[in-house]
């Protein structure tokens, strides 16, 4: 990207709720039924029928909320949002419009090393639409209801993100938290979590903001990345060409890498909201609001700033350990079975081996081959000695590709493998020597003066022992020898 231009990115995320139900009927919200066998009267719009608020939709927004520092409104409605689509049976959606249940709060992440934070504008409660079947039908697209009515909590934040990096980031940190609070299962596969980006440039050091255009639907986070980045040159070059962004809608083809126009971008006025006659506006008072906090995890601010008070944790190390609970559930069987003084070692491993295995992978850490318990087996063999860092991880990819049960698999192996680590000065002594015998002129050079000819034995005698000699003791004993009088 020219660095003439800076990128000005929003997110607007539909979490599909974890209720049994809808938002306004007792059908099913079930994936993967026949089509039309989970759609009531209500979802349906037959006339007569009307929607009751579900209130456990309600009290996931209100964890969301409270999740995030946010304002929980005490008096929130629901309006219309009129326009017409065929998967869209009473012709307009259930939304939340001027006053929506959620309003403000942050989402904190890592992006690129550093720590982050974005501001949300607001979380609102609506309804889902249907779904257009276009592929089994010939000249005809089918339309399944089963959809229609199941309760999303739409979240918008601020437009304040700079890259497609930071965009992934955030959404990440997103799914992890409404995953992590089980209001939400985040299956992106299957539409339970899913963005719509908003993507401008404008020229650097201009206040006013360029027009933008929505990406929607985009259900993975490489795809996430790969549509921002296409958009953001797609208007550039426009731009520089002597022409205009048009404000619409646009979708993404992940085959040939490129967003399409879809549709012009409508206003708020275009879909004429007004308040849901049918419904009484959603009244949350102070002890609704204490029952539900009451019934919080252990959110992932507190847990991060618990991680740093109690296990010394830089910020940034706190924060990616926070990213999903599955990690940090991971990270304090870990940490718990090692001595106190040995977080940053449990907390370097969960972040860098462990997350570098995961991805290579393409599994989540609730499926690694390798257990909390038989990791911190592993440290604990580093911390007393028995075998090197270096060792340490040979054992552990060991252990990755040939899982087993086993919590003392650490120990079985550097046993069956002879790993162990050498520590015994005599052993230690005798290999020393013989690298100073072979290694004259290295002796010299040492003794000159060359501090790089010290390593160049410390090299040498970690080769002879094939790894397995104590770093520390080799350092010291070698030290001692060339220092000691000729």
Known sequence: MSAAWEVVIGLETHAQLSTASKIFSGSSTQFGASPNSQASAVDLALPGALPVLNVGAVERAIQFGLSIGALIAPRSIFARKNYFYPDL?????????????????????????KPRTINLT?????????????????????????????????????????????????????????????????????GSFRCDANVSVRPVGQAELGTRCEIKNLNSFRFMEQAIDFEVRRQIELIEDGGKVAQETRLYDPDRNETRSMRSKEDANDYRYFPDPDLPPLCIDADWIERVRATLPELPAAKRARFMAEYALSEYDALTLTGSKAVASYFEAVVTALPAAQAKLAANWVMGDVASALNTAGIEIGAAPVSAAQLAVLLQRIVDGTVSGKIAKELFRLMWDEPASAEDLADRLIEAKGLKQISDSGALGSIIDEVMAANAKSVEEYRAGNQKAFNALVGQAMKASKGKANPQQVNALLREKLDAPA
């Open 89 to 113: 049976p009473k012709g307009y959606q259930i939304s939340q419009y001027e006053i929506p249940v959620v309003q403000g709060g942050q989402i904190s992440f890592v992006v690129d090393g």
């Open 122 to 190: 607001r979380a609102h409660l609506e309804e889902d639409a249907g779904k257009s079947l276009h592929e089994d039908y010939h000249g005809m697209s089918g339309i399944d209801l089963n959809r229609a009515g199941t309760p999303l909590l739409e979240i918008v934040s601020e437009p304040e993100m700079r890259s497609s990096a930071e965009a992934v980031a955030y959404a990440k940190a997103l799914h992890g938290l409404v995953v992590w609070l089980g209001i939400c299962d985040g299956n992106m596969q299957e």
